[in-house]
Each structure stands twice: as C-alpha cells, then as structure tokens.
C-alpha cells in the first residue's frame, strides 16, 4: 500500500486534457489516497487509470477496479461513455476521460507524489548498452563523496539505504513507480537520483519520464536494438537523445543549467550534442543551452581523454587527461590522474570515465580526489562475474545482448583467451528479431564455439530463435586470434540447446584447460520468460551447480 498524504483529484488532473467527466452523485472531487494502472493493486480511495495495451487493455478492468473501492477512473476509450454513463458504480466512483492515458499518468503522478524530482539533483543514464553500470558507478562515486544518493536501474534500485532487486522487471519502470521511488529517496534524505533512462521511458509514447528534468545527461553508445517498438533505427536514436532534451536550463527558473556527457567514440554522438542546444531553445531564446562534455578512448582533444589503457580480466589500470576548464579548485586544466578499477574491459572503462566526468563537474570534487576513489568501484551482479569452482579454465556470467555490447566484449574476450573461447547466448523472443542474425555474425568472428540456448523465447517458438541466429553464424566469415578458421560446422563448433542448463553444461563440457566460456544476455535477470509465463532462473547458480555436478566446487 502506498503510504501518502490524500490529495484532491483535482490536484492531480489539472495538466491534462479532460475531454469528459462522470460524477454524478459522487464527489466531484474526491480524495485520492493511491494511484494504480493494474486493477489488481487498486484500494478504496486509488485512482485507476485504465491503460490500453498490447495484450491487456485496461478498459476492460474498470469495472473490477469500482469494485474494490476505486474513488476515481482515468480512462480514454471513449466506447466506454456509454458503459459508464449506465453502470452503477457512477454513483461512487468519478470517471474522466483524457486523450490519452498513457502520456497522461506522467503529470498525474508527478503531481500525487510531490514533483520529487523537482527537489532532488538528479542523474539520467541513456545508451544501448553499459547503463546500468554507469548508473552504479555514479552512484557508488557521489557515496563516496559522502552524497546520499539512490538510484533506478534494470539490475537494482535503490530509495533507501540498502541495494534491491528492480522489482518492475522494466529499467525505466513507469510513471506512478518512477515518481513513487524518488519521493521514497526524498523521505530517506537523499539529495541525489540517477535513473536508467530507456528509449522505452524516455519515448513520448509511453511518456515515463515526461515530468522529470535532469542536472545530467549521460549517453554512452548505441546500436541495433528494440526496433520492435521504435520501427527504425532514427526513431530509436532520437528517442533517447530527448533525455538531453529534458536537462535543465537557466529558463526553468532555476539558477543553472544542466550538462550532458557523451561518448564522443560513438558516432551518434554528434545527434545527443544537438538535442541539448533543443532545451534552451524551448525554454526561451535567452536561456543558455547546456553545456556537454565529451568523453573518449581515441580522441586526444575530448574534455575527458582516457589513455595508456591497460585492460586485464582483473581490472584495468588507464590515465584520464581532462581537457576542459571547470572552474572547480584543486583542478587545473589539462591535468592528467591515473586511475585503477578492478572492472574488467575495455567497455568498463568507458563507463567508468563518463561517471568520472559526471561526478566530477557535478560535485566539484578536485579530480585526484575521485581518482583515489576509483579503485572502490564494485561491479553490478550479471556483469562480466568470473566464476571460480577450480575449473582448469574460465567461466564468465555477463548481461550483453545486443550487437553493440558484442563488438565491445568479444575483442576483449579473445585478446584475453589463450586457448579457445566458447560463447553460450541466445536472443529474446518478441523483441527485434532483425538483431539475431547480427548477434550469430559477431559471435562467429571471435568465438572458436557457440552454443545457442534459450533467454526469454515468450510467445515465440524457441528453436525459430535459434536458427535465425544460427543462419548469421554460419555466413560470417572467421579469424580468430590471427588464425583463419573454416565455417561453424552443427554439432561440432555450432549446438543449437533450447535447455539453458544443458547448453550450460555442454559448453563446460567441451572446454578444455586455459579455454574461455562466457554465458551471455541473463547476467542478473532472476527468470527466463516462455508462451505460458517465466520460470525461476539465476544464471550463476546454473553454472556453479554444472560446475559441480563435473566435480569442480569452490
């Protein structure tokens, strides 16, 4: 139950389009004591917003929702006037109809829970991959920094003092949750949020983070993913690039603006750099734009340049030179700091300096200081966790699943295997499909073998999964370690084994001593999702358990 001060419908509808409202004998403006778009989770005195969707429609709830006490109904069907206009539940229950509920629960729940966002520093984290270990490295910087902060993420979130489980299984969770979670933040006393924010969260068709400004911006890479839902590439690029969009400006009545951080090695980064220069634009012609600072592993004039790179499977060790003036004391500009992070890859470098850049021109924090802090950096669950059983060869548990985290680690996973490295992934089912032949073409470059297997096949037919991977496998062309090597050939150096405990297993079985085998696209997810709903799934515990079922424990 959510624990809230009553507030006036009125207070809460006040920024949306009402195209019509049913009262009456109810109160025209009852108090609001909760807000729900599930009807299962409405109690007496909630708001039900009655959301339409791919396969539920919330209209078909209202009625379930009146029944267990709901004081308010935002609905946007308007086939359902009539329904209403006759039901009986119209004597206690006020109904309105807006355009389009989905966009509208954003000002809705902002305005329930306070505007929370409004009174807190807050961090957006955009990008196909490596955001949620942006998101965890900021935060464990500004607490080190002594900054109560929380934060939001696909692995965890955090409003309180301890690190949970996202229970939302979405990484930008919806409006009511979003708002929910920072308000709880703002009662533990924290003064700082960062928020994983998705194209799914950030696009205006679902409008999740419609009512949040940000002090930060950070964009990390993107690639092929979620065309499922976006219908191109440009539509999927242009909806992240609004969270630089949503910065502050110093025409929001606020005294500053806020910042953006992008990877200048994408090359995308030039279309996030434009969309900041937007939030100016939109507040007045005379606010200034934000500010954005470039951040890279190649360019040498980037406002944060990391070299003399040294990438390990136990960490990295690398120097950030910083090219920019910020105005902050104990920081002259250019200086140069040495770093050490017990982060493996390259790619955690990569998000390892854009939470440097962030913290540092954020806080003000001199930047020898944040660089003594680096080491104390720890990894999320699911990312690149080295198992050890006393297996004669490597075993690592990672969350890449898109082709772009498979151009980043594959190089290093091969650069960083003496003998063979075996690759055990698959692709999600209901999602973009265009994307597992891509996936097949990378993983064939580096990999010796590949073990193809289940992630969340849903509704789709798991072995179709596989063997549209499969047919990117089998065209790409293969050098690996300098040697050129013939075709994946089935059931020698290609398995296709829908049973991810198997797949797991075969994989352990075929490797043989200083081999690699990397399990990929699970990392921390607690389920694997089928046609008839999820079944219980820890990747780790799968593979230490096939571990020791070969005789090999910790």
Not at 45 to 51: E, N, S
Not at 64 to 70: L, M, N, S, T
Not at 512 to 538: F, N, Q, R
């Amino acid at each position: 139950m959510q624990n809230n001060p009553k507030k006036r419908l009125s207070a809460l509808t006040g920024n949306i389009n009402i195209k019509k409202t049913f009262t009456k004998t109810a109160s025209e403006d009852p108090d609001i004591t909760g807000i729900a778009y599930d009807s299962r989770a409405v109690e007496p005195g909630f708001l039900f917003i009655a959301l339409p969707g791919i396969h539920v429609d919330g209209h078909n709830y209202i009625e379930k929702a009146v029944e267990q006490g709901a004081a308010a109904v935002l609905y946007s069907d308007p086939e359902f006037d009539r329904k209403i206009e006759n039901s009986a539940g119209a004597q206690k229950t006020a109904f309105i109809r807006t355009v389009n509920t989905r966009t509208a629960m954003a000002p809705v729940a902002a305005a329930f829970y306070d505007r929370p966002a409004d009174k807190m520093t807050t961090i957006g984290v955009t990008g196909t991959d490596g955001k949620t270990s942006t998101v965890y490295c900021i935060d464990q910087l500004l607490e080190l920094l002594d900054r109560d902060c929380g934060f939001v993420s696909t692995a965890a979130c955090k409003t309180a003092s301890a690190i949970e489980k996202n229970p939302y299984r979405q990484s930008t969770p919806e409006a009511v949750e979003i708002n929910m979670m920072l308000s709880r933040m703002l009662d533990s006393g924290k003064s700082y949020a960062v928020i994983e924010s998705t194209s799914h969260g950030l696009s205006p068709l679902n409008n999740r983070l419609g009512e949040i400004s940000f002090d930060a911006a950070v964009f990390t890479n993107i690639s092929h993913e979620h065309l499922e839902f976006h219908g191109t590439f440009e539509r999927y690029r242009d909806d992240k690039a609004n969270l630089f969009r949503k910065l502050r400006s110093n025409g929001d009545s606020t005294e500053h603006s806020g910042f953006g951080v992008v990877n200048l090695d994408d090359e995308n980064a030039q279309h996030f750099i434009n969309a900041a220069a937007y939030t100016a634009f939109e507040s007045n012609n005379t606010a200034q734009a934000p500010r954005v600072y470039t951040c890279s592993l190649k360019n040498p004039s980037a406002d944060f340049y990391a070299h003399d790179i040294e990438a390990r499977t136990d960490g990295s060790s690398f120097s950030i030179t910083i090219n920019t003036s910020t105005n902050h004391p104990g920081t002259t500009t250019p200086c140069t700091v040495k770093i050490s992070i017990g982060l493996p890859g390259l790619f955690n470098i990569e998000n390892t300096l854009e939470a440097f850049a962030v913290v540092h021109m954020l806080t003000g924090t001199p930047a020898q200081r944040i660089a003594e802090l680096m080491p104390e950096l720890a990894a999320v669950k699911g990312r690149m966790k080295v198992l050890d059983s006393g297996q004669p060869f490597t075993a690592v548990v990672d969350y890449a699943h898109t082709p772009g985290s498979f151009e980043r680690l594959f190089p290093d996973m091969r650069e960083q295997t003496r003998g063979r490295l075996i690759a055990v992934f698959g692709s999600a089912g209901e999602r973009d499909v265009e994307k597992r032949p891509v996936q097949g073409e990378i993983a064939a470059r580096y990999a010796d073998i590949i073990v193809l297997t289940d992630e969340d096949p849903r509704g789709d037919d798991a072995v179709s999964i596989l063997e549209h991977i499969a047919a990117g496998a089998e065209r790409a062309g293969r050098e690996t370690g300098g040697r050129q090597l013939g075709p994946l050939k089935r059931n020698e150096n290609l398995f296709l084994i829908p049973d991810r405990k198997s797949a797991i297993r075969r994989a352990f079985e075929l490797a043989e001593p200083d081999d690699t085998v990397i399990m990929l696209g699970k990392g921390h997810e607690s389920t694997i999702i089928y046609a008839d709903g999820p079944i219980p799934w820890d990747e780790q515990t799968a593979a230490e358990e096939a571990l020791a079922e070969m005789g090999f424990k910790k």
